[in-house]
């Protein structure tokens, strides 16, 4: 038990400050972050050379036609029309949320994959053919942008935080 026999005013209104300081040192990191985390998803879907099947794909709007290189299991999404990569962000949700994703409706599919998993159990039982099994129906293994994303700025993420909360706090190292 620590006993004080005097208090010093000031000790007392720094300490009472300091919930409110990591709270904003966290929400300011909560962009920081989130900024990453978009940097980092898009560099990785742009990344190349990919190790999938190469073939050619006609552009819906301009008609070219060009070389695309798929992407295996395991690798993030290859780029094909930009969809992908222009629905990446993050949304900061008050002081202690914040959500990075993909808005296009196949983002859960491409990060998931669609064999044994829960998005490919919904879309199974849509399709349901006896005496086939799931892997036979929905096949595509996951290609995990938004889980890459996050692996590679983890560490740095970390360190960002403690140097915010420090800045907060101004403490000196």
Known sequence: ???IDKVDTDTLVDLTKVNSKV????????????????RSAFREILRVPRHGRQYLVKN???GLVFNHTASVPGETAAN???GYVKGLGYK???G???LFGDTVSYAAFLELGTGSNAVGLVRANRKRRVGASIKEKTGMSPRPGLAIAISAIERNAYRDA???IKIKLEIKE
Do not use: C
């Open 60 to 62: 819906p709007v301009t």
């Open 80 to 82: 094909m029309f930009g």
């Open 1 to 3: 038990m620590i006993k």
């Open 162 to 164: 403690q140097l915010q």
């Open 23 to 38: 709270s904003e040192a966290i929400h300011v990191w909560f962009y920081r972050v989130g900024a990453d985390l978009v």
């Open 96 to 98: 202690n949320q914040m």
């Open 92 to 94: 900061v949700m008050g």
